[in-house]
């Protein structure tokens, strides 16, 4: 093979890594946005135990706005419009979320003479019950893929690259 050929496979190879990692990412928050939404007053009663606010104002402004700002993301990222603006605030959501879980499971290890990856929990993922390290591991998965997508080059496939390159 040539130097060109060697140069548009690896071109493809990544446009396939980025559209494989854009829905992942778009579809695991579509549905966690979506499973928060349709259960709101259990999100919210999941939320309180974080104690992030102790307004109940902000508090219920986070229940009510969360859920729909997932979405929106994921469905940016599954259509390809602005997939590193959405890429970026997903790692400004996932940092924190993951953050908020390991020091959560950490407090009930403290609480309970249980073995880390034993401790079970509701995280307000929208997954129900989860294990904390399969949870810690699947966020970690998730902040790598958005930053994949947030150095990346595939932008083929995207409705974005679609409308420039047609203009």
Known sequence: MNDRTNFVL?????DMVAFVARWILGGVFVYQGLSKAVHP?????ILREYHIVESHIVLNLIAAALPWFEILCGSLLLSGIAVRGSALLLI??????TIGVL???????AANPIP???IRFDCGCGAGEVIVCHKLLENSFLIL???LLLIGRGRRWCL????????
């Open 41 to 45: 007053v259990d999100f919210l009663k």
């Open 116 to 118: 880390f990856c034993a």
């Open 92 to 97: 400004g959501m996932l940092v924190p979320f």
């Open 10 to 14: 690896r071109l493809l190879y990544h």
């Open 145 to 147: 893929l958005s930053l």
């Open 160 to 167: 974005q690259y679609d409308f420039v390159k047609s203009a």
């Open 103 to 109: 020091s959560r499971a950490m407090a009930i290890q």
